[in-house]
């Protein structure tokens, strides 16, 4: 058998149950209530590092009853008052390239220079404007049509007011269709709008993917995951949190993590 399946046959021995065909909830891995789904989708590589990730979440919730659902503790996990966040960010930096957001700060930062162009624009026909006040000459233009709506939303269906009218869909994307004669300064200030909703958006999420990280079930999870991966590498970015996760570990305070472990580096498990 392969390391995954000796390891996958080491979970069935505990009551767990493990998937390997589904979508894992959109992760690589998934862990709840006593079942680990890892995803048809995840890379070969990365196969037995996400068993252990969503197995350490396991032994977790053995440990910290309620950690699935209040994402834990760092004192009980690494059974200490010592201060492990910082560390702990450092390995979690350094096994999953999502927690840096690389790709959505990036996003971020080309939308903050396209506003940064548009701003300059209106302001070439009107020197005045400042994007943290109303916009006066706009809001004038905008009162009583149905260009107001896209102030605060990028598309709209305007419904008929009578049964024999149609229905009418305006769009950030077809201003200059939709209203003929609006002025391009307008535009670029609806423009403006739609891309800070999306700037503020991005920011939204890189803040929920870092809470998220931050929980100490993750971090626990990608401590574990990193320590199989790199021991050394984690020994040297996080001294004090490896000191004291392998003297637990060898205590048999992380109860069937240790052989798990073993099978994941052996590659091999008798029943």
């Known amino acids: 058998m392969t390391t995954e399946q000796d390891l996958i046959e080491y979970f069935k021995t505990l009551g767990l149950e493990v998937h390997t065909t589904t979508k894992a909830r959109g992760h690589l891995g998934f862990f709840l209530d006593k079942r680990i789904d890892i995803s048809k989708n995840t890379p070969q590589n990365k196969i037995v590092p996400t068993l252990l990730h969503e197995f350490a979440h ?23 008052d010592e201060k492990l966040d910082e560390e702990l960010i450092s390995v979690t930096n350094f096994i999953d390239e999502h927690f840096k957001c690389e790709i959505l700060k990036k996003h971020k930062e080309k939308l903050k ?52 009218e149609k229905e009418k869909i305006i769009s950030i994307n077809t201003l200059e269709q939709d209203f003929p004669n609006l002025k391009p300064a307008f535009a670029d200030y609806l423009r403006l709008k739609s891309l800070i909703r999306k700037q503020r958006r991005i920011s939204n999420r890189i803040s929920k993917i870092k809470r998220y990280y931050k929980r100490p079930t993750e971090l626990f999870a990608r401590f574990v995951e990193a320590f199989y991966t790199d021991e050394e590498k984690v020994k040297q970015i996080a001294p004090t949190t490896y000191k004291i996760f392998t003297d637990l570990l060898k205590s048999g305070y992380y109860l069937e993590l240790s052989q798990a472990l073993k099978i994941a580096h052996s590659g091999l498990f008798i029943v």
Do not use: C
């Open 58 to 80: 396991y032994i977790h919730s053995k440990i910290e009853e309620d950690s699935a659902k209040t994402g834990g503790t760092i004192r009980i996990i690494f059974k200490t």
């Open 113 to 164: 220079t396209e506003i940064k162009k548009l701003d300059i624009k209106i302001k070439a026909d009107y020197p005045d404007f400042q994007r943290s006040k109303p916009f006066k000459e706009f809001n004038n233009a905008a009162k009583g049509n149905n260009l107001r709506y896209l102030l605060k939303f990028d598309r709209v269906r305007i419904m008929p007011a009578f049964i024999w």
